[in-house]
Structures are given as structure tokens and as C-alpha cells.
């Protein structure tokens, strides 16, 4: 089954104490891409990958780094959470970027963080 | 820069229809998307449009795009209980720019 797995899909932690959110996708996908949504905001791209070893600032990069080794993997790492980074966060992939409408996103089911 | 408005919310009786409105303000997007959250899950592609056509139907959703106005609307016929969730429209620019997304119109259908 194509999907795209996000792990963890709860979590709880302090100001400062680095984090991973992991990202996996099993449909070969060369674009992949985290998301946060935050009530009245919508979606706001934080970072993307074109490929193995690319990866590009979106709108909201401040805060978090990403990595791309591995084209199935695409984790998100905040370094020092602080509470503005409470939010639920999407990881997406795509075959190739989103120029042509038969290619979709395929969305994670989410990872709800809590920054205390 | 490129924006995507939308209306918050939009509440319906089930079996009428649903108008969902979005305009955009870069008229070089070449394809504009229709997705769907429902509660607790992520975003589901439910249509696109690519920017050289006025209408596409698909079942019970029509997408009704006026690139003069730089205007997009997706319409739900016969709307019911399980089409209530969060609607983004997004677009691109291009081959090599990602997606922009609008805040998201929550739908409420009442039984």
C-alpha cells in the first residue's frame, strides 16, 4: 500500500530537548516536504527535497533543519523546541514537483507536538 | 508575492449544495487544487484543474475556475455528513515551485 508513515504521532516535551520526527514514504517519490498547520494559518511549508542530498528552504524554516540520505526518508529535526513551535506537522511526497496535476501529494497523517 | 484566500467557514444542510470559493493572486499558476482534511488526518487530493480550463467534474464536485478574476470555486452537490472537513485550496507557479496553500474554508454539514 503507498502511503507515507510519520513517527511519533504524539508528542509531548520541554523547551531545549532536541527532537526527531521521522518521515518514510514507500512509493519511490523524489519530492518530499514538511508542513505545519496552526489554526487560522492554514499549511506553511517548513522545508522540501528535491532529491537525495537537495533540500530547500520553504516559508517557515526558522528553527528546524531537515535531511535527505535516503530518498524514502526525510526526517525533521528541531534542535531546541521552543512553544512556538507547538503544532501539528504534516510530511508530504510526490513523484516530481507539483507542475503537472496528475502527480499528487501524498500527506502523512500528522505529528501533534506539544513544546512545554 | 503569491496568496491564497479563502473563507473560514462555511456551514450547509445535508443534500444542498456546498460552494467553496478561492482566488489566488498569481495568474501564472498552472495547475490549482482542490484537498481535503478530515478530522485527525492529513490532506487528501480531491481535484485539480490545470490553469487553460474553466470547469472540471468530477461525480459530486464541480471545480469552476475564472482566470480573468483569478477566481476558483469547488462545488459539492447533494452535500452530506461525511463531506464535513477542512478544504484547502492550493496552487504553483510552475514545474519547479512548490505548492501554496490557502488557510483552509471548515465545511459543517447539518443533518
Known amino acids: 500500500e503507498a502511503q507515507v508513515t510519520q513517527n511519533p504521532r504524539y508528542l509531548i516535551t520541554v523547551t531545549g530537548k532536541k527532537l526527531t520526527v521521522t518521515c518514510s514514504q514507500n512509493?519511490?517519490?523524489?519530492?518530499m516536504s514538511w508542513y505545519r498547520q496552526d489554526p487560522g494559518l492554514g499549511l506553511r511549508q517548513i522545508y522540501y527535497s528535491m532529491n537525495v542530498e537537495v533540500t530547500d528552504k520553504g516559508d517557515v524554516p526558522e528553527g528546524y533543519k531537515v535531511s535527505r540520505k535516503e530518498k524514502r526518508n526525510f526526517p525533521l529535526i528541531l534542535e531546541s523546541p521552543s512553544p512556538n513551535q507547538t503544532s501539528l506537522y504534516f510530511c508530504?511526497?510526490?513523484?516530481?514537483?507539483?507542475?503537472?496535476?496528475?502527480?499528487?501529494?501524498?500527506f502523512g497523517p500528522g505529528t501533534r507536538l506539544l513544546v512545554l | 508575492g503569491e496568496d491564497v484566500e479563502q473563507s473560514l467557514f462555511l456551514s450547509v444542510r445535508e443534500g444542498d449544495s456546498s460552494v467553496i470559493n478561492c482566488t489566488y493572486t498569481d495568474s501564472s499558476s498552472t495547475y490549482l487544487y482542490w484537498y481535503k482534511q478530515e478530522p485527525g488526518a492529513g490532506l487528501q487530493l480531491l481535484t485539480y484543474?490545470?490553469?487553460?480550463?474553466d470547469m472540471k467534474q468530477d461525480q459530486r464536485l464541480t471545480v469552476l475556475l475564472n482566470k480573468k478574476d483569478k477566481h476558483l470555486s469547488l462545488r459539492i452537490a447533494d452535500t452530506q455528513t461525511g463531506d464535513s472537513a477542512i478544504y484547502f485550496c492550493a496552487e504553483t507557479l510552475s514545474g519547479n515551485t512548490p505548492l501554496v496553500f490557502g488557510k483552509g474554508t471548515r465545511l459543517s454539514v447539518i443533518a
Open positions: 484543474i490545470f490553469s487553460n480550463m
Open positions: 508530504a511526497s510526490s513523484l516530481g514537483l507539483l507542475g503537472r496535476g496528475e502527480e499528487t501529494q501524498y
Open positions: 512509493m519511490n517519490h523524489e519530492y
